[in-house]
Each structure stands twice: as C-alpha cells, then as structure tokens.
C-alpha cells in the first residue's frame, strides 16, 4: 500500500479504538442544546497505548521497519493533509451555515459536533489523534536516528524522545483537565481544529527531530541533559500547576489547592497561587518546555528546531490577548480588578 494512504488506515483505527475500547464517562464543563453539562467518553490513554503497542508489534515481526514512518514522511505529510481537509469539509458543510462563511470555515459551526449518536465528541478525538500520531512520528524519527548511528546514537534524542512522550502521555493522564481549556468554551471544530489535529499537531510538532535525525550527537557532556531536563520540568509545573489549580477551583470554589485555600475575586476571578503570578503561568510554562525539548537536541546552531517554541509564543500570546478579551467581556469589573492585582500577562515582572 503507498505511505500516502496510511494516515487514513491509521486514523480509521485509532477512531475505532477511542469508539469501541472502553471508556470512564464523565461530565464535563461545557452545556449542551438542552442546557445540562455535556458527558464525554474519555479513553485517551488507552487509545494511545493499544496504537503505539500495536505499531510497536508490526515493527517487531518485520511487517514495517521501525523508521518507516521517518523514511516516508513526506508521504504521509500529503495524505494527512488531504484527510485533513476532507474531515474539515464534512464536518463543516453537514452543519447548518452560519452568518461568516470564513469564520464557520475557519472556526466550525457547530461548536461541540459529536458523532455516533453522542458517542465520539470530535474535540476529545481530534485531541487524542494528534497526540497519538505525534508518538509514532517521533519514535519512528528516533528509530532512524538510533539505526543511522548505531552505537553513537546522541543522548539528547533519547531525552527528547523521554521528555515528548513524558509530556504526551501526561496529557492523557490528566484528559478531564482539558475539558476545562479555551478548547472547550471558546471555538468550535471547523479547518482550525481539524486540520491542525489531522496535520499540523502531529507533523510539525515533532519538527526538532525532523530536522535533526540526520545528524551525528553534538558531543556535549552528559551533565548538559541535566539543566535541559529540569528546564522542562520547571515549564512542566508552571503548566500543569496552573491547570489544575484552575480546573479543581472550577469545581468547587471552595477547594484547596495545595493545602491553601483559594483567594478569588467575587468568588468567581482566581487571583492566588499560580494565578496570582501572572494571568497565563501555564503559557509561560509551555514555551519553556518547548524551549527545552529543542535544546535537547544539541543543535542550537539548526534553525528549524527553533520553530516549536517560536510557535508556542506566537500562538499563545495571541491567544492570552483573546482571552483577556474575552474574559474581560464575562467578569467584567472582577476581571478589571483581576488584571490590577495581577499585571503580568504570562511572564511575572517581565511581561
Ligand atoms: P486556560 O486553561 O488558561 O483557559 C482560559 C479560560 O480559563 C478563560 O477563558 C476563563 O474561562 C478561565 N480563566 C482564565 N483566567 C482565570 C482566572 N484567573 N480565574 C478563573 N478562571 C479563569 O487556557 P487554554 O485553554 O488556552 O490552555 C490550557 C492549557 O493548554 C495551557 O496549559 C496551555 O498552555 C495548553 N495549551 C497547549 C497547547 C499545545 O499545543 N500543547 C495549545 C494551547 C494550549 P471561564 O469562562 O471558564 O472562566
């Protein structure tokens, strides 16, 4: 079969298992059309671990060599991208229009679509298909670095590769946690969230290694592994700190986060802990594990790498800038004294 037509086995298969494997049901944050929290299927984990298992296993009886999907990505880069723009039209153009063709194109016209009678929330699977792609990708990247230097292979990359799946895997873990995220309060599924979950999450995320699986270790000292590592984790608390802080407040006002009882802005505008530190901590904490799963790599000097976090900044200030506006709009006078107690965007005292 040509590499062109395997994302679309691959995709089918993964929308199989998050369809039939078995799920915990949870309520989440969002309300649907009869005004009750939507419940979700969630199985991300699983999903993953059965896919990665199984590409695992077609690997290991010969049927596809370990760097296969290293050594045909250009392929698959062209079959994801036409998969991606025929899931965009199909979930687009079987809803009813919208005022702002560009913006329903863009952004979706239905803002929480599901499929199979409620059974598969297109949000949670688009999110559990990037995420799961973006694995295979990278391990097979690794595998052909691995097989070119055999031996010699550098370090970094096994940190990298440590560090990514860490930073997937936790994702999954922590799956409730994102039902509480811009994702589900603000946009719907349109070319932005489809086509970035069928290619651009999965292919240009791993663009560090991409770029870099060519070339030989840079000979750094093992010691160098160590401030990169805990670099990453530094960002990996901001992000997770501040999520989590936010999603058991959301939950229950009342809640202690880390011992300490929570200081809101009539009773609605988080103003403590890591939302005491400045307005998006869990932005600041992204960057820096981009920042650090690019120094991993030990090659500073290719310019490619430094795209991942170039993104995350330009994506997330964007988005800190929206979201200010928005909550502006919801909280009114209680987001204005939010932003005087706390001026800091994303970085405390800098910005
Ligand atoms: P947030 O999780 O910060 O969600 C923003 C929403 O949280 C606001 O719209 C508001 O919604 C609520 N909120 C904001 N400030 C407060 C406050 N002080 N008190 C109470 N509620 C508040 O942002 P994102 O959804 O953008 O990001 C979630 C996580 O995902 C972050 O860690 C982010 O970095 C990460 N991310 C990762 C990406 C990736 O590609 N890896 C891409 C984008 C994000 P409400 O109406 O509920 O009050």
Same mark, same amino acid.
């Given at each position: 079969m040509?590499?062109?037509?395997?994302?679309?086995?691959?995709y089918?298969?993964?929308?199989a298992? $998050?369809?039939?494997?078995? /799920?915990?049901?949870?309520?989440?944050?969002?309300?649907?059309?009869?005004g009750?929290?939507?419940?979700?299927?969630?199985?991300?984990?699983?999903?993953?671990?059965?896919?990665?298992?199984?590409?695992?296993?077609?690997?290991?009886?010969?049927?596809? !060599?370990?760097?296969?999907?290293?050594?045909?990505? *250009?392929?698959?880069?062209?079959? /994801?991208?036409?998969?991606?723009?025929?899931?965009?039209?199909?979930?687009?153009?079987?809803?009813?229009?919208?005022?702002?063709?560009?913006?329903?194109?863009?952004?979706?016209?239905?803002?929480?679509?599901? *499929?199979?009678?409620?059974?598969?929330?297109?949000?949670?699977?688009?999110?559990?298909?990037?995420?799961?792609?973006?694995?295979?990708n990278?391990?097979?990247?690794?595998?052909? $670095?691995?097989?070119?230097?055999?031996?010699?292979?550098? !370090?970094?990359?096994l940190?990298?590769?440590?560090?990514?799946?860490?930073?997937?895997?936790?994702?999954?873990?922590?799956?409730?946690?994102?039902?509480y995220?811009?994702?589900?309060?603000a946009?719907?599924v349109?070319?932005?969230?489809?086509?970035?979950?069928?290619?651009?999450?999965?292919?240009?995320?791993?663009?560090?290694?991409?770029?870099?699986?060519?070339?030989?270790?840079?000979?750094?000292?093992?010691?160098?592994?160590?401030?990169?590592?805990?670099?990453?984790?530094?960002? *990996?608390?901001?992000?997770?700190?501040?999520?989590m802080?936010?999603?058991?407040?959301?939950?229950?006002?009342?809640?202690?986060?880390?011992?300490?009882?929570?200081?809101?802005?009539?009773?609605?505008?988080?103003?403590s802990?890591?939302?005491?530190?400045?307005?998006?901590?869990?932005?600041?904490?992204?960057?820096?594990m981009?920042?650090?799963?690019?120094?991993?790599?030990? $090659?500073p000097?290719?310019?490619? !790498?430094w795209?991942?976090?170039?993104?995350?900044?330009?994506?997330?200030?964007?988005?800190q800038?929206?979201?200010?506006?928005?909550?502006?709009?919801?909280?009114?006078?209680?987001?204005?004294?939010?932003?005087?107690?706390?001026? *800091?965007?994303?970085?405390?005292?800098?910005?």
């Amino acid at each position: 079969m040509p590499a062109f037509l395997w994302p679309a086995v691959l995709y089918a298969l993964i929308f199989a298992l $998050h369809a039939l494997l078995p /799920a915990r049901t949870v309520e989440g944050y969002v309300s649907g059309p009869d005004g009750k929290p939507l419940r979700y299927r969630l199985n991300g984990l699983v999903v993953f671990l059965a896919t990665v298992l199984l590409w695992a296993g077609a690997c290991w009886r010969g049927l596809l !060599p370990w760097d296969a999907m290293y050594l045909h990505r *250009w392929e698959l880069l062209a079959g /994801a991208c036409v998969l991606g723009l025929l899931f965009t039209g199909v979930v687009v153009f079987t809803a009813p229009p919208v005022p702002n063709f560009f913006r329903g194109l863009f952004l979706g016209r239905v803002e929480q679509p599901r *499929w199979l009678g409620g059974r598969v929330d297109l949000k949670m699977f688009l999110y559990l298909l990037g995420a799961t792609v973006l694995e295979l990708n990278l391990l097979s990247f690794g595998a052909h $670095h691995l097989l070119r230097y055999p031996g010699e292979a550098s !370090p970094g990359v096994l940190l990298y590769l440590a560090l990514f799946s860490f930073f997937l895997v936790e994702y999954l873990f922590f799956e409730r946690v994102h039902l509480y995220t811009w994702d589900f309060v603000a946009e719907g599924v349109g070319f932005k969230l489809g086509w970035g979950c069928f290619v651009f999450y999965p292919f240009f995320y791993g663009i560090g290694l991409w770029a870099t699986a060519e070339l030989p270790g840079p000979g750094w000292p093992a010691w160098t592994l160590v401030p990169i590592a805990l670099l990453f984790f530094l960002g *990996w608390s901001f992000a997770r700190g501040a999520n989590m802080q936010k999603y058991f407040f959301k939950r229950d006002p009342g809640a202690r986060a880390l011992g300490i009882a929570p200081v809101a802005i009539g009773g609605k505008v988080l103003a403590s802990g890591f939302w005491g530190l400045s307005r998006h901590l869990n932005y600041l904490g992204e960057v820096l594990m981009a920042v650090a799963l690019t120094l991993a790599l030990g $090659h500073p000097e290719v310019l490619w !790498p430094w795209l991942y976090p170039l993104y995350y900044v330009l994506m997330l200030g964007a988005r800190q800038r929206d979201d200010d506006k928005r909550c502006a709009a919801k909280y009114g006078a209680l987001w204005e004294e939010y932003c005087r107690r706390v001026p *800091w965007r994303i970085v405390p005292f800098v910005y």
